[in-house]
Each structure stands twice: as C-alpha cells, then as structure tokens.
C-alpha cells in the first residue's frame, strides 16, 4: 500500500464547476498536510496547509482534513481553465519532510 | 518572496561522470531536500538536511550523495552518473520550526539527461 494515495485521474470539470480532490494516506501518526499545484513543465507550488480537522478555507480553495478517516481533501470552487494543472498531496510523518501522492491531473474546460 | 534557485534548467551528461547539482535559497530555511520526479513514479525524496553539515538518507539515495556546508546551499552529487538517473531534479527548502510544520517552496528544477 501507499503510504499517500490520490484519485488516478485525469479529472475533468467544466467552467463555473467544483472540482474535489482526494487524498487518503496510511499513517495515522501524520500531522500536518498539504497541497500543491504543477503546471506542465513547471515545479509545484504550495496552495494550502492544513493540521486539524475540519475545513481551512482561502478564497476558492477549501482543504479538508478527517483524521479518523485519514483522508484530505481539496475543493475548487468556481473553477477556471487557470486552475487546469496536477494537484499533489504531501503528507507530513515526521517533522520537516513530506511524502507525496502521484497526483492528480484536473483539466477545466471552458 | 522564498526563492529557491537551482544553478541549471538542462544538463546533458555522459554516462560515468560526477555530477553536480546546486541549490541555493535565500531566506535562511533550515531545512532542505533534493527529490527526483519521473513520470508514473511522482516525487521521491534523495536527501534532505535539517541543518548545516547534517544529511539525512531518503526513501532513494543510492548513487547520489550530498552536501551542505553552508546553511543556504545544498548540493547533490551524482557520483558516476548512469542513463537511469535521468529525471526532473527538484530541490526544496523550508523553515524548521519545532511546533509546525511548513509546506516546501520548490526551485525551478535541473532536467538531467544521462547519454
């Protein structure tokens, strides 16, 4: 099993759409989680942050975390073809370093 | 802005040869780490350094070793390079806090090729 697993994908939305991304991940010592967003042939980009249970919210993005489940989350709200990239979570064991999921590739059509 | 800045954006090298790859970050960051991302594989860490001289072992760091002698720069060494080290080289530094833990600021990447 992997220690951090992502829907496979692609996914694809339309314009105006929510897209919701998963993550599930198999430690259940982890504490702290993120999400990042790769543009093709860029690096990836930290966009969220989360390390209690619940909702964060920052303007279109929502990341939600349930630790019982042991599963992340991240929505986009009115999605734009901006937003079209591979979304990574990152998972936090110990502290200071990540382990990533492969990805998940999100095309918004216009 | 975090800028993490990796000296080279391509790099062909031949089979055998030592190789460098540097990483420089300007926002004192304690700690950094050197991944490699293939396609179907995602990111896999090689090394990372939570401090000046110290090193610490990834999930893959055969062939590779690393080097930091000074808190902003963080080095990888491919000691004899071979075809399948050919990849995407994405170094990353963030703050080493005792009480939370950051998400990573990633440099712009070193693709190697290795004929």
């Known amino acids: 099993q992997k220690e951090v697993e992502q829907n496979s994908g692609p996914l694809s939305v339309p314009e105006g759409a929510i897209a919701s991304l998963n993550c599930t991940y198999s430690?259940?010592?982890?504490?702290?989680f993120f999400w990042y967003r790769q543009y093709s042939g860029k690096s990836p980009e930290l966009i969220m942050s989360?390390?209690?249970?619940g909702d964060k919210e920052d303007g279109r993005f929502t990341a939600q975390l349930n630790k019982a489940s042991q599963y992340v989350s991240l929505l986009i709200r009115d999605s734009q073809p901006s937003d079209s990239a591979t979304y990574l979570c990152?998972?936090?064991?110990?502290?200071?370093?990540?382990?990533f999921g492969d990805g998940t590739t999100l095309t918004v059509k216009p | 802005d975090v800028k993490v800045t990796q000296s080279s954006r391509y790099l062909v090298k031949r089979t055998g040869e030592k190789v460098f790859l540097e990483c420089v970050q300007d926002?004192?960051?304690?700690?950094m780490f050197w991944y490699r991302q293939d396609p179907g594989l995602g990111l896999r860490l090689i090394y990372f350094?939570?401090?000046?001289?110290?090193?610490e072992k990834g999930d893959i760091p055969e062939g590779y070793s690393v080097s930091r002698e000074k808190k902003e720069r963080f080095s990888l060494i491919l000691e004899s390079a071979s075809t399948n080290q050919t990849s995407m080289y994405l170094c990353?530094?963030?703050?080493?806090?005792?009480?939370?833990?950051?998400?990573?600021?990633f440099g712009s990447g070193t693709r190697l090729t290795v004929v």
């Open positions: 989360i390390y209690s249970n």
């Open positions: 990353a530094s963030s703050l080493g806090d005792r009480v939370i833990s950051y998400g990573y600021t």
């Open positions: 990152a998972v936090m064991l110990v502290p200071g370093k990540s382990t």
């Open positions: 350094s939570y401090d000046v001289k110290m090193k």
């Open positions: 430690d259940r010592g982890s504490q702290s």
């Open positions: 926002m004192d960051h304690e700690n």
